[in-house]
């Protein structure tokens, strides 16, 4: 499952650069659009206000020129003359009227070409008129209209009849203005050009800048965000704090070093807690496991050593008496020294009587007050601290589960999770021992059961009083001697002694009989074996021992019963048995033959070995007789 899920596609998500970028490009259009049109507003402007700065200083040299040909005597034709060799002498000049002004014309009438053409012209006729400019178009061409009031002053009394200010008249002036109206278009389209060369120049590098300082690093970011969801943290995205998006990357890669570390907590976290469940787990096997009381004893001591993590773990138990304690079992992750482990008396022994008595566990450390006895059952010479945590099943305490740790160097402590998990697991150890001592009484009683069946087959007839045992010790003399363990010797034991269970089915009659059996009563007498195989078969703590009771009559070359068995095909425990059986047969008294020596008996082995007997354990029993 991803980390991060965003609400965004990753279409929508890309867009952003290019709103960005749309955003920033139409401000600058925006703004350089309006420089553009400012710059060439203003141009306009000054260009304008330049041509009438320069008109106006033309007609005043024109108004300069009429006073003083007036002055001289001029006439209205030379001031038309003298107009027209102006308008001949500049070409651009297309029109120059001298308009008449209402005094003008009451002195001496209407003149010829002195009327007002349009508004421009009679405006400048009012009073308080002032020179005036206006762009237009004539005839497909731009021109430029300009008027300038001609004001009466004291010069203009000698001739005419007005009053100072009064206005006389005014000059018209019409220049074509096409050549400087295209070199303006020019200057226009240049200036347009330049501007569209900026705009297109500060994009690029606007976009460079960006680039560089933001969109990269959006990526980097981008990228790391998606490492970041899919479990990647090792590669944290480059950049400084210098600025904001560098804070801003800074605090990405703190957050992904920060979720790494809580991710990888929360991995320990369930290693952990999925080991102490695995552990809890094979605890809750043990409970339900066939297994002996040591042997319970020493899987849980390796389980608590395990799942603790300390360096070994020691389950001492209570005696018969009920007022001493000794250790049953210990697990080591490693080899330790020696210790001899003595029977502690708990009255002598104030931690483990504290502990016992409570009920409750308890930690030991170096500097706790022990007993000489507790000082070498929790290993103090050696331990760092020690776990004590009584044994309990509904109230009774069965023992005590010492965890230690000897580490004095890279140790976990045993702390509260430690502690808890160990409650847990002693918990069913206890219920676990008792179910274990339950199955053991259970067990003795049912083989005294058993064994009470074997004897009273035996009490049958007085000829096979003691057989059994007698067979179950000769049995139990070829083992040892052929190296048999303890509890190998203890299966023979209870062999030998129900070997004969199955003549529980023969009837005395036959078990008595003086004479030689007949051969129907033989028949009956071979199916003891299998008869007492099948009342074993009904228990299943009693399987280990069918084999060799079963085929205990059976031969080497394979003559015997009942299955016909041969050689190594026959279990090694029944071809001991068949030695002991045969010996003890031989050598006891029967109600048609005294019982033979030791060493007839032993000969009369020897002769039947490798035919009805296993000639390596004749010669067994051979030594063990001379």
Known sequence: MPLFRSNKSPARAASVRLLITLFIAVSLVLVLGGNFWLLRQNSTDAINEISRSELTLLAG???????????????????????????????????LRLIHGPAVRRQFGMHENSGSRDDLDRQ????????????????????????YPLKADKVCMQCHEAKIGEN????????????ASALKREHNKQLFILTAAEIALLLLLLFLILNRLIFMRLDSLSAGAKRVAAGRFDDPIPGNAGDELGVV?????????????????????????SLELSHLMEASEHVSADLSLPDLLHRFANSLTLAAQVTTCRIAMFEEDGETISMKAEHPIRPLPDVAIPLCRIET????????????????????????????????????????????????VYGIAILMELRSEKREPIDIRKINLCLAMVSQMGAAINIAKLYSRLFEQLME???????????KSPWTAGHSKRVTHYAQAIAKKMGWSDDQLEEMRITGLLHDLGKIAVPESILNKSGRLTEGEYTIIKRHPVDGAEILSKIREFQIYIPAIRHHHEWFNGKGYPDGLKGSEIPVGARILAIADAFDAMTADRPYRKGLDHKQATERLIEAAGEQFDPEIVEVLFNLTT
């Open 249 to 273: 990357i800074h605090a990405f890669n703190d957050m992904a070093g920060k979720l790494k570390e809580l991710i990888g907590q929360h991995k320990e976290l369930i290693t952990d807690q």
């Open 61 to 95: 040299s024109l108004r300069s020129n009429i006073v003083n040909m007036m002055t001289s005597g001029a006439d209205m034709k030379a001031l038309d003359e003298s107009l027209i060799a102006l308008q001949q002498k500049n070409p651009e000049i297309r029109d």
């Open 349 to 396: 022994c104030p931690a483990l009587q504290k502990v016992i008595k409570s009920k409750e566990y308890m930690l030991v450390h170096r500097d706790t007050q022990l007993s000489p006895d507790e000082h070498a059952l929790m290993r103090m010479g050696e331990t760092q601290a020690a776990l004590c945590v009584p044994i309990i099943h509904r109230d009774q």
């Open 168 to 179: 006389l008249g005014a000059f018209s002036l019409t220049l074509d203005v096409s050549s």
């Open 449 to 459: 059961t058993v064994l009470a069946m074997a004897e009273a087959v035996e009490k």
């Open 124 to 147: 400048s006729l009012a009073d308080n008129s002032s020179s005036m400019i206006a762009l237009r178009e004539e005839n497909g061409q731009n021109v430029l209209r300009f008027v």
